[in-house]
T-cell receptor, first 116, second 114 residues
Framework: GNSVTQMEGPVTLSEEAFLTINCTYT??????LFWYVQYPGEGLQLLLK?????DKGSNKGFEATYRKETTSFHLEKGSVQVSDSAVYFC???????????????FGQGTILTVHP | ETGVTQTPRHLVMGMTNKKSLKCEQH?????MYWYKQSAKKPLELMFV???????ENNSVPSRFSPECPNSSHLFLHLHTLQPEDSALYLC?????????????FGSGTRLTVV
């Protein structure tokens, strides 16, 4: 079956540091890939996505590139801010298994804390 | 505001109470989901409704009972809960023919069972 593996957290950085959160996946089909962010006390929000190999998703200074050859979708940001402190989830969606809907498979989440 | 509204935001209930969580979306989506998020555990998919039909029930105890009266509304009826059921319950919705769009989540209901 499909699976998503994220780097273990928590990740603690100083403001303006470079961020990488690793994500690798296993899928039998051609999935779409997503990063969701969850701020304290809130639900998950879509941060960015990529739907085919070599696509780059970007939003709010965050970027991730769909790498089919390494089955990866690592999240990066050049200069983090305190307001980026949140939990980040990598996910994939496809329709394998004959589902009538796009089944979203999540990683375990990575907690990011950014200090001033 | 994400387009998916969950009420109440916080709920405290005793183990013998009966309560319901409500989820509403007016995004034109036709699939809806309940997730459980506990501290230090991965997101757990509980139920899936696709085109108003329950298509997935991931070994959830019978004290949780979902209801989807139409494609815009989803309920989770709770009765005789246990303290370990305390968690954040998240509702999400999606379009069945738009795998690439992902899901839209609500802000969740923080449930505490005492």
């Amino acid at each position: 079956g499909n699976s998503v593996t994220q780097m273990e957290g928590p990740v603690t950085l100083s403001e303006e540091a470079f961020l990488t959160i690793n994500c690798t996946y296993t899928a039998t089909g051609y999935p779409s890939l997503f990063w969701y962010v969850q701020y304290p006390g809130e639900g998950l929000q879509l941060l960015l996505k990529a739907t085919k190999a070599d696509d780059k998703g970007s939003n709010k200074g965050f970027e991730a590139t769909y790498r089919k050859e390494t089955t990866s979708f690592h999240l990066e940001k050049g200069s983090v801010q305190v307001s980026d402190s949140a939990v980040y989830f990598c996910a994939l969606s496809d329709r394998t298994g004959g589902t009538s809907y796009g089944k979203l498979t999540f990683g375990q989440g990575t907690i990011l804390t950014v200090h001033p | 505001e994400t387009g998916v509204t969950q009420t109440p935001r916080h709920l405290v209930m005793g183990m013998t109470n009966k309560k319901s969580l409500k989820c509403e979306q007016h995004l034109g989506h036709n699939a809806m989901y309940w997730y459980k998020q506990s501290a230090k555990k991965p997101l757990e998919l509980m139920f899936v409704y696709s085109l108003e039909e329950r298509v997935e029930n991931n070994s959830v105890p019978s004290r949780f009972s979902p209801e989807c009266p139409n494609s815009s509304h989803l309920f989770l009826h709770l009765h005789t809960l246990q303290p370990e059921d305390s968690a954040l319950y998240l509702c999400a919705s999606s379009l069945t023919d738009r795998v690439n769009y992902g899901y839209t989540f609500g802000s969740g209901t923080r449930l505490t069972v005492v």
